[in-house]
């Protein structure tokens, strides 16, 4: 009377076991992206906690010098990382210009290992296929990873969650990486930046401190961080300046190379943002009175 029971059981833990191995996204094989089915990364991209309205995936991209200044970057690699701190997808990136510096002090991958890596096209393409219009996105300067992977609000995600802005405190002296002090974990350690640790860092932060809306816990989270003592960022340690490439996007006080910062880059595209908007709104308007003219014409004229 119990055979068919543990006949479904045992059909039931061999679908399972296929079912993780399709969440296998791609691997590092030789530096060659190992391609998977479409229905896979569906499969991935649904498997958010099912008490949860919309996925929660942090993305993170790392990049090489294609130039001196600060901005001439260029992806060398990125990694998607959900709400579970599984990484789905982790691919290098040959850049389509040649490579100025690795920059390894502050990363993790070699000029030579980009040679044999798939162009930005085969992986933009990829990394669109994980998200969608109700996606939260929760990541670290995460406007510029959602930048370089050409991702549109409403299109690939729904909302963002900046956790630099999440965690502030207010405080000049404040410069300390939360995941150093919140979560005891060093994202220097390898050497540099790892763009699967950081993303995974990410969404740690995101689960112990913001997903339950706590904000007591937020609250000992910033105490915590204002009293740590501060870290000096390891672009200050060269000088703002390494093989000849500026390091400084952020701070004008270390920048080298005399363009623009990202926030007034940010700032920039805001502004045109809104002024089209605001234009869009003044011609809609005077569409709408213009009918309406026409309309009282037509009937004064009958």
């Not at 998607?80 to 991958?109: A, H, M, T, Y």
Request: glycine share 4%; charged share 25%; proline share 4%.
């Amino acid at each position: 009377m119990n055979k068919i029971p543990t006949i479904v059981d045992a059909t039931r833990k061999h679908n399972n076991v296929e079912v993780e191995r399709k969440r296998i996204r791609a691997v590092r094989n030789s530096d060659v992206l190992i391609q998977v089915t479409h229905d896979s990364e569906k499969s991935s991209s649904n498997k958010s906690s099912s008490s949860q309205l919309c996925q929660i995936l942090s993305i993170d991209v790392g990049c090489v010098a294609t130039g001196y200044s600060h901005l001439d970057r260029a992806p060398c690699c990125v990694a998607i990382v959900n709400d579970r701190c599984e990484i789905i997808f982790d691919p290098l990136i040959k850049p389509d210009k040649p490579v100025v510096s690795d920059l390894l002090p502050f990363g993790s991958v070699r000029t030579a290992e980009l040679w044999d890596a798939p162009s930005f096209n085969e992986v933009i393409e990829r990394v669109h296929s994980f998200f969608t219009p109700t996606t939260l996105i929760v990541g670290q300067s995460i406007m510029s990873d959602i930048e370089w992977m050409k991702l549109k609000q409403g299109v690939h995600y729904n909302s963002l969650i900046e956790l630099g802005d999440e965690f502030t405190t207010f405080d000049p002296k404040y410069g300390t990486h939360e995941a150093y002090v919140l979560l005891n974990i060093d994202l220097n350690a390898m050497g540099g930046h790892v763009a699967k640790n950081d993303a995974k860092a990410s969404i740690k932060l995101y689960n112990e401190y913001l997903k339950d809306k706590d904000q007591s816990k937020l609250g000992q989270a910033q105490n915590a961080l204002l009293k740590a003592p501060t870290k000096v960022p390891l672009f200050r340690q060269f000088s703002g300046i390494y093989e000849g490439v500026c390091l400084s996007a952020f701070n004008r006080g270390y920048c080298r190379c005399g363009q623009p910062l990202i926030s007034e880059l940010h700032k920039q595209t805001n502004e045109k943002k809104r002024r089209n908007s605001n234009d869009q709104k003044e011609e809609g308007l005077s569409t709408s009175i213009h009918k309406k003219m026409k309309v009282l014409n037509e009937k004064s004229q009958s």
